[in-house]
């Protein structure tokens, strides 16, 4: 689950640096925001509201509104990309941001990319455990959220090699352990936009991703 990559080395030309978001989580930059875990009402898969401590895991498919909570499955994988084991990770999509094109400035763009609308997901994740989390490069965490475009397709969101204002993006923290919270931003630039954000953390969500939000 690789990301595109972007250099951003002139921030102070970037546009929109009163905001709070930024794409990926193998970048670069390294500005980790720990947060304590979310006291938002755990959802299960039909959006029924159950105890904040539940351990229900959301059902491949399960739709969720902005700013809810869901417990989701992980697969946790080695360096070597052996399965350690499944794992559970609470995550919440706080909200999704339109920007514009002129946010980049400074920042070269390709033509696929200069014909995109800019969206930007501030998400939190906690480790729910049963383990910490092995968090290399292709296997963090963070990676398994996409954008779904107006298709219906999920779109993977920007690494930027350097900071990004806009939405700036936290590393996951190393070692990843039971209930740790982080809070990032991811950056997306799909053609039309994105209209809601997926987990894809395991086989079964691949093919059917838990969601959130729809236009």
């Known amino acids: 689950m690789k990301r595109g990559w972007l250099w951003a080395l002139a921030v102070a030309s970037v546009a929109g640096t009163s905001g709070g978001c930024g794409d990926s989580h193998h970048s670069s930059s390294s500005m980790a925001s720990k947060t304590a875990s979310t006291t938002t009402p755990v959802f299960t898969a039909t959006g029924t509201p159950v105890a904040a401590t539940t351990t229900a895991t959301a ?65 939190k994740l906690t480790n729910l455990g049963p383990a910490a989390l092995n968090t290399n490069d292709s296997n963090d965490p963070a990676v398994a959220i996409d954008g779904v475009d107006n298709t219906g397709q ?46 894809l953390g395991t086989d079964d969500y691949d093919t059917s991703p838990v969601t959130w939000g729809g236009k």
């Open 59 to 123: 059902r491949p498919g399960a739709t969720f509104p902005i700013g809810e909570t869901a417990a989701v499955a992980y697969t946790d994988q080695s360096d070597s990309g052996v399965t350690i084991g499944t794992d559970r990770v609470r995550v919440t999509v706080l909200s999704i941001r339109k920007g514009t094109l002129a946010d980049f400035n400074g920042i070269q763009l390709d033509a696929s990319q200069q014909a995109s609308t800019p969206d930007y997901v501030e998400v």
């Open 154 to 199: 999920t779109q993977q969101s920007i690494t930027f090699l350097g900071t990004f204002p806009r939405c700036p993006d936290a590393n996951t923290p190393t070692p990843f352990s039971p209930s740790k919270s982080f809070q990032t931003c991811l950056t997306f630039l799909v053609p039309g936009g994105i209209s809601k954000v997926a987990w």
